[in-house]
């Protein structure tokens, strides 16, 4: 399989727009990453993992990324619940807000074989980005987060 964390070109697409999951496919970039996240309206975040299940067909055909809710929200959670019981596995998911690496290890434990991409967005997850990158396959610096 492909190693998507060497990929050159990542395409971010909201997660529940299933009319733009072929399209983005077809894109020619390197690694889709449907996001769950800030792309994905609140209003819609209670349908989007049946909405997702129903694409499966596409999905499996494809490597793919998740991009997650914050882990410290109910949606973030129901995101881990959904991956951990849905037979659809992306190749990795990033993980919004990591500020210590007991949220990697937690993640690490519960879903095998999925890469996890960290993302520093806080004074804090700056503190400790070194221990956050031993315990990451990657990361990602919200560089955005960061400006006053």
Known sequence: MHNLLNSKTFLFTPAHKCQLFIKSIESGADAIVFDLEDSCPPNFKKTVHSKLVKQENILKQNPFIYRINDLRTPFGLKDI???????LKPYAIIVPNVENVDM???LRRL???IKLI???ES???LQFAYK???VSDALIFGSADYQQ
């Open 81 to 87: 619940l959904f991956i951990i019981e849905s037979k």
């Open 104 to 106: 990697i290890n937690t």
């Open 111 to 113: 879903l095998k074989n």
């Open 118 to 120: 960290s993302t520093i």
């Open 123 to 125: 004074p804090r997850g």
């Open 132 to 134: 956050i990158a031993l």
